[in-house]
């Protein structure tokens, strides 16, 4: 509480020491790419919470902000070489962290949906298992055992990448790979298409991991992603996310997943 | 152990040479495979990357189609061709096949549609394939037109499945949607060309589109790009990376009919797949499924082929370091044989020139391999007395110098030799040139030459004559003491030691076997006799003949030996293992014994006969030790001797009880007599007067419990156990001392005692001095102690007797002869000695009455006593007859138990105090008693 007050009366003073305009600089418009993925975005309804809060940001900053749609692969990228300002819903890296800040919204647990006949109840039997296929999506990182385990698969060729959600759901169900990693706005496709029956959840062991605007230091100085990032606290602050979030998920995952210790 | 190193060496370094090539290799392996998964990926990635933006830039260009439309709002054909044209697809997109409109109708609108399209110029159109349904989606502009039957325009796309959903989906969504695999519609001829085709739904202007329903509602219509996958695949490579084959399928699954595109190597080999993967693509919402697989070109191209080189490299050098270590040891190793092989060949010329060099003191001989000489070195002739040139021409030089006794022993040794054995230290004797012997020390061993080849054997000599006399002397000399310390000298017997050993091991032997053994002690009867008589080196000549009878006599498996004076013993073996038949054997070899011991002897020219005593003990066995044995034997023999000698007696268990008794009796005298607990008992002597003259004192042994035992008892054995000169002493001085006392008693001062004095006190050489000192102790008279000797003191060296004799007499002591008449003396002697008095013995006496022949003995003694100025005595007399006959042959002393029996002092001196008052009162008629 306090230190919500404390941010906004920061944010307050650097508005008034600054005698800038309040918000980003809206000076040329911006580019923000969605990626096909569950409820943070869904291409055949064209409804997300990264649309939600996409339209949040555009309002809110008043700046003008183009959405388009592409793959997750080509978002990191362009958002390295400064092509792309904006994406949503993005972890950080060692890697990631060189061309891109981060302004956290939201924190989830991943978990790994693996087929029931594929004989895996806990992380310790892929050791016995040498038939299991992995699938992720291209460019993906997960938390911590996550992507031990992706990247020990990947050394022995056992994981199938996929441009999106998808394809993956479709050869999970068809035994073309007998597991993948999920998120919590994965669900609601698992139930529809009827994966939940034939499959079960192994937990990581892991804490839950940190996801946020993505801005491209190539493209955004630093006072502007400092201004954007005061702009997404707004919107923590004032409980728009939660609003957001409220409207895809039960009150209980909405508040797992929207509290979270902010790292300093 | 080098042997071990040779080879355990090198082995170790080739294998860790070839642990150290397999890891490098194994890693470059590992690192080749990762390097070719890498490049995988990325041609992957590539792959998928390259057909997102290719369809990217198909959508933008189809977006760019549509804005026209969603501008005008309305589908114009004449604005479509001019568009189509500007953007010019050809040139930048190839893989488009062509680029349309789809009209949307639902079917209410249809028959105004088609009616529509034909009034714009459309010839002939018609919505195919044909019926009535829901709704239509018929093609109505294609950029470029295409002819065919049927025609593309009208075909309802709404009728196909895959195209349906496409429609549905992009309609909507509001975004482009690529459809499932499809024959394109211009297709007819049947080829399968793989295609696919793109929407983007037109809406009405001004209507919302924000929700499905929306858009729905505002729908016009979509435009569409078609193409063929072969082309649009076509279009993204100039050419295939090399080894890389990929297929697409429509999908998630790699099927047949989902194939939308194979690669060309992809068919033919696909048995040299490196690597494979699969990656699903969403493409225009739709799945496709790349699946990419490298093959051998792209391992090479990418992977390291440095493995083989490593390998080659590796094992190549291992080996090379393996052969030098083994090189290094074995060359170690060689250079030592080398060295040592060195060593040996100059040790053989040092050896050479040492042989040389010792030629001026050694006889050296070369032999060759045919056994003769080759070469012999000059001293030959000091040591053998023939020249170098003779030895080499004889025909066999071992054979004429080797003496014939010793040559069974040498012969082999120089065949061995001949053989290329060494040896040393063979002593035998050579036989010179003047027949004389010389003793040879040789040592030989085998010549090589200088290749190594045996090439013979050679010989080196000392002379060892002087030694080997040396040795033969000091042979002789321990054999003589050896002799000496188990021998008799005199008669070459085993003596006493040699005796305990040799009955020792018959003991053993009679145990093992279960034989039985005897022992015989001999004792030559009267020896000592025979040695005072005819002298002691005739006693030693006869004891030398007895010895060698005795030998003679037994077997030569027992023993015979001399263990004392005149005592052998002979221990014979194996006897009957029966104790009764053992017992006969013995005693016929005992008898046999006696027998010949019994015949004459000539000693020096000296007839001799002896006799000999023998006990016998049979053993068996070791129930009894040798010292009770020899005991039981010497028991047996004494036994003999005293049933009267020359005679054979067999060990008798009885008789240990008399040696037992004999030995108390022999303690208990040794303690009368140092206790001085003998007596003396006095007995009168008397003369014709009936005076007492004196007394001979007579020792009694008061036995504590026996009583009283006679000297005839115990005299012997004192003298056999010593202590006869104790008891000597002890009677001496108490008679000497019983003078002394009756010299201060008036009536007893004239008695006079006399003392039995045996030879063996007699023979002591200080006989006179210890009579003497007694004397002089007690203080008694010495003329009142009378000495009687037995005539068996005159046997042996006279002269002594004679002057120990004067030497008392010179004192006053008194000599009487006793038990005269029956003795050995001669009557020289008679003369000879300063005797004061003969003692007929009692046996003439006792029969005087009865034998004449006793009588006239009586009768000469007197006579002889009378011309010799000496006393006579009678002892023995026991009745007044015999008294009144002697005194008639004129013997006026007498003793006996007519007169007196022996008493104590006491009352000896009551019987003449008696004796004389009673005669001094009849003196005159006792003159008449005895000649009436």
Request: proline share 0%; net charge negative.
């Given at each position: 509480m306090t230190r919500h007050g404390l941010g906004g009366l920061l944010l307050a003073l650097c508005c008034l020491g600054n005698a800038q305009a309040s918000g980003p600089d809206c000076a040329r418009p911006f580019t923000l790419a969605l990626h096909d993925h569950g409820l943070l975005y869904s291409l055949d309804t064209d409804t997300g919470i990264d649309k939600d809060f996409a339209d949040e940001m555009i309002r809110r900053s008043g700046c003008q902000i183009r959405v388009s749609l592409m793959s997750r692969a080509r978002i990191w990228k362009l958002i390295e070489s400064g092509a792309l300002d904006f994406s949503l819903s993005g972890i950080a890296n060692a890697e990631r962290n060189q061309y891109a800040a981060f302004a956290w919204y939201f924190s989830n647990k991943y978990y790994l949906l693996v087929r029931k006949d594929a004989g895996i109840q806990k992380l310790s039997d892929f050791a016995y298992n040498d038939r299991f296929q992995l699938g992720v999506i291209r460019s993906f990182r997960y938390s911590r055992s996550a992507n031990q385990l992706v990247d020990r698969l990947a050394a022995a060729n056992r994981v199938s990448q996929a441009g999106g959600l998808e394809p993956l759901y479709e050869a999970l169900a068809r035994r073309r790979i007998q597991g993948m990693i999920i998120e919590p706005f994965d669900y609601p496709a698992l139930d529809a298409k009827h994966i939940r029956d034939v499959t079960s959840v192994v937990e990581f062991n892991d804490p839950p991991v940190l996801h946020g605007l993505i801005m491209s230091k190539k493209a955004l100085p630093p006072a502007e992603q400092e201004k954007w990032r005061a702009l997404v606290d707004d919107m923590r602050a004032d409980g728009t996310v939660r609003r957001i979030f409220a409207k895809y998920f039960k009150s209980d995952m909405v508040d797992a997943m929207t509290e979270f210790k902010s790292p300093l | 152990m080098s042997a071990v190193r040779l080879i355990l060496l090198p082995l170790l370094i080739l294998a860790a040479g070839l642990g150290v090539t397999w890891a490098v290799w194994d890693h470059d392996q590992q690192a080749s495979r990762h390097e070719v998964r890498s490049q995988f990926n990325f041609a992957l990635g590539d792959a998928v990357g390259r057909i997102e933006q290719r369809m990217a830039t198909y959508e933008q260009m189809l977006r760019g189609v549509h804005g026209m439309f969603a501008v005008s709002g309305t589908l114009d054909r004449d604005q479509f061709h001019d568009y189509l044209k500007a953007i010019n697809l050809d040139a930048n997109l190839s893989g488009v096949q062509a680029v349309g409109v789809v009209k949307w109708v639902p079917a209410a609108d249809r028959d105004a549609h088609v009616a529509a399209l034909g009034g714009t110029g459309v010839a002939g159109y018609g919505i195919h394939p044909g019926g009535r349904r829901e709704a239509y989606a018929p093609i109505v502009q294609r950029e470029p037109p295409a002819d065919g039957d049927p025609p593309v325009l009208g075909f309802d796309t709404w009728f196909n499945p895959e195209r349906r959903l496409a429609l549905q989906r992009s309609r909507d969504s509001g975004s482009a949607i690529v459809s499932g695999k499809v024959q394109l519609a211009v297709d007819t001829r049947g080829d399968e060309e793989p295609g696919f085709v793109m929407y983007l739904p037109v809406y009405r202007r001004g209507l919302p589109q924000e929700t499905a329903a929306q858009r729905r509602d505002s729908l016009v219509g979509w435009v569409y790009a078609s193409f063929r996958m072969r082309e649009v695949i076509a279009s993204l490579y100039g050419e295939q990376p090399p080894g890389i084959s990929l297929a697409l399928y429509d999908g998630v699954e790699p099927s047949a009919t989902a194939l939308l595109y194979r690669s060309p190597e992809a068919g033919g080999s696909s048995t040299d797949a490196v690597l494979s993967a699969n990656e699903y693509l969403v493409v225009g919402g739709h799945d496709w499924m790349l699946s990419m697989t490298a093959h051998k070109a792209f391992e090479e191209r990418f992977g390291r082929n440095s493995q083989a080189v490593i390998a080659w490299t590796g094992t190549g050098l291992s080996l090379l370091l393996a052969l030098l270590a083994w090189a290094m040891a074995s060359g170690r190793s060689r250079a030592m044989r080398l060295a040592s092989l060195m060593t040996r060949e100059l040790r053989e010329s040092e050896e050479k020139f040492r042989a040389l060099a010792d030629c001026t003191v050694n006889l050296e001989v070369w032999w060759g391999l045919g056994g003769r000489p080759r070469w012999i070195n000059p001293s030959v002739k000091e040591y053998t007395g023939y020249t170098v040139e003779e030895c080499m021409a004889m025909r066999d030089l071992a054979g004429t110098l080797i003496h014939p006794e010793d040559m069974p022993r040498v012969a082999p040794e120089l065949l061995k030799g001949q053989h290329g054995l060494r040896g040393n230290n063979l002593e035998f004797r050579c036989l010179r040139k003047d027949g004389s012997v010389l003793w040879l020390s040789v040592s030989w061993g085998p010549i090589h030459d200088a290749r190594g080849v045996f090439t013979g054997f050679r010989i080196s000599g000392r002379d060892i004559t002087e030694r080997k006399l040396l040795d033969a002397e000091r042979k002789i000399a321990e054999d003589k003491i050896r002799e000496l310390a188990f021998f008799d000298a005199l008669t070459r017997l085993p003596n006493r030691t040699l005796l305990a050993d040799r009955l020792k091991q018959a003991i053993a032997v009679s145990a093992q076997s279960g034989a039985s053994g005897a022992l015989l002690f001999i004792d030559v009867d009267n020896f000592k006799t025979l040695n005072d008589t005819l002298g002691h080196d005739k006693g030693d000549l006869l004891l030398q003949q007895v010895a060698q009878r005795l030998s003679a006599s037994v077997r030569e498996g027992d023993t015979v030996a001399r263990v004392g004076g005149d005592e052998f013993v002979v221990v014979l073996g194996n006897l009957s293992g029966n104790r009764q038949l053992a017992a006969s054997e013995t005693e016929a070899v005992g008898e046999k014994i006696r027998t010949i011991l019994g015949k004459i002897y000539h000693l020096d020219g000296v007839e001799y006969r002896s006799t000999a005593s023998i006990g016998v003990t049979v053993f068996n066995g070791h129930h009894a030790s040798i010292d009770e044995l020899l005991k039981q034997a010497d028991l047996a023999m004494y036994k003999s001797k005293e049933r009267g000698r020359n005679a054979m007696r067999f060990f008798d268990p009885a008789m240990q009880t008399v040696v037992v008794a004999r030995a108390a009796l022999e303690a208990g005298l040794r303690k009368a007599v140092d206790e001085d607990l003998l007596l003396l008992h006095y007995q009168a002597q008397v003369t014709v007067d009936n005076r007492i003259t004196g007394a001979e004192a007579l020792v009694r042994w008061q036995h504590p419990e026996r009583g009283i035992i006679f000297p005839a008892e115990f005299v012997p054995l004192a003298e056999e156990a010593g202590l006869i000169h104790a008891l000597g002493d002890r009677v001496l001085r108490a008679a000497c001392l019983q003078l002394a006392r009756w010299s201060v008693q008036p009536d007893l001062a004239h008695l006079t005692i006399a003392v039995n004095v045996s030879v063996h006190q007699f023979r002591e050489p200080d006989f006179v001095a210890r009579v003497l000192a007694v004397i002089g102790e007690t203080g008694a008279d010495p003329r009142r102690l009378k000495l009687e000797l037995t005539?068996?003191?005159?046997?042996?060296?006279v002269e002594d007797i004679a002057e120990k004799m004067h030497a008392l007499k010179d004192s006053g002591v008194v000599f009487s002869l006793d038990d005269f008449g029956i003795g050995y003396s001669s009557l020289s002697y008679l003369k000879r000695l300063p005797l004061d008095q003969l003692k007929i013995d009692r046996s003439f006496v006792r029969d005087i009455l009865v034998d004449p022949n006793d009588a006239a003995i009586a009768k000469t003694i007197v006579a002889l006593g009378k011309s010799l100025a000496l006393e006579v005595i009678a002892e023995g007399v026991e009745t007044a007859a015999q008294r009144d006959f002697l005194a008639d042959a004129g013997c006026h002393a007498y003793q006996g138990y007519f007169f007196c029996h022996p008493v104590q002092v006491e009352g000896f001196e009551a019987f003449v105090r008696r004796f004389s008052q009673r005669h001094r009162q009849a003196a005159a008629p006792a003159r008449e008693q005895v000649d009436g």
């Open positions: - | 005539e068996s003191v005159l046997v042996d060296n």
